[in-house]
């Protein structure tokens, strides 16, 4: 505990110490190095609770009515440090050298300053036990991000998405709020300790739906999402790797832990974040294909993958209803591990989008192209996040969908009752359905941008990342391989987390890992054979190659005889037949100019995809407020003496109530 | 009827006076001059009231009080008054016969509310509080009907006197670092309120408060 003290000290010390000095250079190298030193320091104590250690606690009081500061570090809240922290150290050396190349003067102190409030405050959310300390950690990381998000404020898109998440966070904020005080107005205090044995009674379930809105709108769940694709792309690349990557997975801590507050849970908390999970699985990655901003996309991929990971925590809760061990440590556990793995390969992403465009000056998937001869090194760290979050082996993300869909399957093979088959079966179906459609908009994404011939100039002129930047990437790319490859060992660590999580004792859970890992162990040797085939037809031609001359030419250009790079697949045409396919429910606009008579000269056509939710679900809802709010615009005119004069006619009313209800 | 009653009444009277001439009155400079007045017998009431509390604290925030609002506020103010050349307060939202109508009714109010409250009395006075809870809404009432920046100055001012007379009526037990920080209060409001007036009309050519609403959203 001490540990993680003196880490959070190093990262807001350092932050403050980047803010106080003028120079560009020494605002980076102080923020960055003491976030990535405060992390590697608190990385320590929180891979120790993680695995197990005996849970500790730090606390004294605090002069304000019903706070503590009461510090809990338990296996739960390790995972989540762990995960937190290590994506921290690596984004934080991303950044320096991306922050660097920002055109104009503008100072980085106030950036890093806030991307270390950032990380501490995430620290006191994840170990808070005290439920306004909770909400103050809460909120500073909203405004901490918030800050970040709004970097480059000069853009008016950046300014507008800097608007949107604020509005979005603060929505979730309030109903945590309501959630926060009732329960502590039923339990009598607002320690988590107090909280633990509470008998709700009939209101547990409408705690719990205020704690899915309003930690589900930091995650990301389809509906409450629309802040993501808003505010990843805006964001610099090293912070929305840090959002993507780990902040949203805060609503997901936030979730688990209330929910382990609130008792054992009914099954329909379960099938509700199934039902969740799918949908904001399945729609999140259609609307990624529909994308044509690299860093959008990967935004929406974090809703699919929020999606994935509350599809194994309702499987998980499912099996806490029915009281099965495995189920329930099967979901859980598939849920949790794609919490770490979404880290690792999301913030991989994020990071090679930043590359590309800090390589070439734009996010636009359609003006990129060939970026992989030019950026080899980027373009292979971002073909290993693609295969990984794809889900496909040997990496991290195949472990953790197979764990989802162990359990998924358990749940038809050993029918309890009908909602647990027909739960598993829609999870079945649905998370292949995601895997599937994840590996389509990776081919277009990878494709588009590094494949093929340059679009335009200023994917012509690509220039490679540097050391500085490569390296963090590199070190996330080497983490996807390693739990790739090591899945029995991961998988079996995973035991005393799942033990707080589910309750069910030790014991149990070490055994079904085990079984878990035998299965990881047979697919694994399954893998290992393809591969070694892989290797030896690809050694094969090497040896067939050797000594024959080799020649290349132009691809088959169906007898056009001057191709151009703008001749290729652009995004939107290798989506477009997926697309199609789900039109009703992505309501892309397609717009086509031209093509009228038999020999037509230009024509062109692009297709644009606007948020479902925000479209339908939003905006009737802020106009309709504004509507009825804009009648009170009567009251404001300026006038001062009128102002005063509202106060004191409000006061004398308050007081003349109070009086006449007074005996 | 002790000599310390006497005293509390006559302040209490002057209190009153004050008042109801700041109502009454559309010269800039008389009002400056009416609320001195008025701040230094409020100024006076901790010494009066609360002879048995210790001394040397009653004396020293009675001396605060006094010099703050019977000398710094009112050259400031009259300074002001030189440098913008505004002498009178030309057409008031209301009338200056209606002010003292509206002053009078504010009192008989005042009256009402303080026996209503049956708030612990001071033994000395029965009038002082109601007179406090008066002055109150006077300087509301004078920040709410004025036009000039300066006037509502003054406003404030009557209004922070009718608290500081409340207050120490109210409750000798009012912390000492209280009472220094709503002096220290009004002071700053004067200070940095006279330096926004000379702004204002170095900009606008006026300090006509119903005019300086451009900013309204």
Same mark, same amino acid.
């Given at each position: 505990m001490h540990l993680i003290l003196v880490s959070a000290g190093v990262i807001l010390l350092g932050g403050l110490a980047a803010l106080s000095v003028r120079s560009r250079r020494w605002a980076s190298l102080l923020g960055a190095g003491s976030a990535a030193a405060g992390s590697l320091i608190g990385l320590v104590p929180a891979l120790r609770a993680a695995l197990g250690a005996p849970p500790e606690s730090f606390g004294f009081g605090w002069p304000l009515p019903g706070a503590a500061l009461s510090l809990e570090l338990d296996p739960l809240a390790g995972f989540f440090l762990a995960v937190t922290l290590a994506l921290s150290a690596v984004t934080a050396v991303y950044g320096v050298r991306y922050l660097q190349s920002?055109?104009?003067? /503008?100072?980085l102190g106030p950036a890093w300053f806030c991307f270390n409030l950032l990380v501490a405050s995430m620290m006191l959310v994840l170990l808070a036990g005290n439920g306004i300390l909770f909400l103050l950690g809460w909120e500073t990381m909203a405004l901490a991000s918030f800050f970040l998000v709004a970097f480059e404020s000069e853009k008016a898109s950046t300014r507008d998405a800097g608007w949107v998440y604020l509005v979005a966070t603060h929505l979730g904020g309030a109903f945590l709020l309501a959630l926060f005080v009732l329960f502590a107005r039923a339990a009598g205090s607002f320690e988590f300790e107090a909280w633990m044995g509470t008998t709700l009674g009939a209101s547990t379930g409408s705690f719990f739906i205020l704690a899915v809105i309003g930690f589900g709108t930091k995650a990301g769940f389809m509906p409450l999402h629309v802040w993501l694709p808003e505010a990843h792309p805006a964001a610099p690349s090293h912070v929305s790797a840090l959002m993507s990557g780990v902040m949203i997975k805060t609503g997901i801590y936030g979730l688990l832990r209330m929910s382990s507050l609130l008792g054992p849970p009914p099954a329909w908390w379960g099938g509700l974040l199934i039902g969740i999970g799918l949908s904001s699985g399945v729609l999140g990655v259609l609307f990624a294909l529909a994308q044509h901003d690299l860093k959008r996309l990967l935004a929406y991929h974090s809703v699919e993958n929020i999606g994935i990971i509350a599809l194994g925590l309702g499987l998980g809760l499912l099996g806490m209803s029915s009281g099965s061990c495995t189920l329930a440590a099967l979901g859980f556990g598939g849920g949790l591990l794609h919490v770490l793995n979404h880290a690792l390969f999301k913030g991989l992403l994020f990071l090679g989008a930043g590359s590309v465009l800090h390589g070439t000056g734009t996010r636009r998937i359609d003006d990129l192209g060939g970026l992989l001869k030019r950026m080899p090194w980027t373009g292979g760290a971002f073909l290993v996040g693609s295969a990984a979050i794809s889900g496909l082996p040997p990496l991290n993300g195949f472990i953790s969908e197979l764990l989802i869909f162990c359990a998924a399957i358990f749940c038809v093979l050993h029918p309890s009752s009908p909602g647990i088959v027909t739960a598993g079966i829609a999870a079945v179906a649905g998370l292949a359905l995601i895997g599937g459609l994840a590996a389509a908009c990776f081919a277009k994404a990878f494709g588009v941008v590094?494949?093929?011939?340059?679009?335009t100039e200023a994917a012509r002129g690509a220039h490679e990342a540097g050391p500085a930047m490569l390296i963090p990437m590199g070190a996330l790319a080497a983490s996807c391989f390693l739990i790739g490859a090591l899945p029995v060992t991961v998988v079996r660590a995973l035991g005393p987390l799942l033990n707080q999580v589910s309750g069910f004792p030790l014991p149990d859970i070490d055994r079904v890992l085990a079984e878990a890992a035998g299965i990881m162990a047979g697919v694994g040797s399954v893998i290992g054979i393809v591969l070694a085939a892989a290797a030896a037809a690809a050694g094969l031609r090497a040896w067939l190659q050797a000594g024959r001359s080799r020649e290349t030419a132009e691809t088959w250009d169906c007898g056009y005889a001057r191709p151009t790079a703008r001749m290729q697949y652009t995004a939107s045409s290798f989506a477009q037949p997926l697309i199609s396919l789900f039109s009703p429910l992505l309501r892309t606009r397609e717009r086509l100019h031209g093509r009228e008579g038999f020999f037509p000269k230009t024509a062109d056509w692009s297709t644009e995809t606007r948020d479902a939710s925000r479209e339908m679900l939003f905006e009737p809802l802020f106009n309709g407020a504004r509507q009825v709010l804009g /009648?009170? /615009?009567?009251?404001?005119?300026?006038?001062m003496q009128i102002y005063v004069l509202y106060v004191v006619v409000t006061l004398l009313l308050l007081l003349a109530v109070s009086l006449r209800a007074a005996p | 009827m002790n000599p310390a009653t006497n005293l509390i009444d006559t302040v209490t009277a002057i209190l009153l006076i004050t008042n109801l001439m700041l109502l009454g009155s559309g010269y800039l400079t008389s009002c400056i001059r009416y609320a001195a007045l008025q701040g230094l017998a409020v100024g006076l009431l901790p010494l009066l009231l609360h002879a048995q509390g210790s001394w040397g604290r009653a004396a020293a925030l009675a001396a605060a009080g006094m010099i703050l609002k019977g000398v710094v506020f009112p050259i400031v103010l009259t300074r002001i008054l030189r440098d913008i050349n505004v002498r009178r307060e030309v057409e008031p939202f209301v009338g200056y016969g209606t002010s003292v109508m509206a002053g009078v009714g504010m009192l008989a109010f005042s009256m009402w509310l303080t026996r209503r409250l049956s708030l612990s009395a001071v033994p000395e006075s029965a009038l002082i509080m109601p007179a406090g809870f008066a002055t109150v809404l006077i300087g509301l009432f004078l920040i709410v009907s004025r036009r000039k920046a300066v006037t509502q100055v003054l406003g404030y001012i009557v209004m922070e006197n009718g608290i500081y007379a409340f207050g120490t009526a109210l409750a000798g037990g009012v912390p000492l670092l209280v009472e220094l920080g709503v002096l220290l209060d009004a002071f700053v409001a004067v200070f940095i309120m006279s330096i926004a007036i000379y702004h204002i009309s170095r900009e606008f050519d006026h300090i006509d408060v119903d005019q300086l609403d451009r900013l309204q959203g």
């Open positions: 920002t055109p104009g003067e /503008r100072s590094f494949l093929g011939e340059p679009r /009648r009170m /615009r009567g009251f404001q005119h300026g006038q | -």
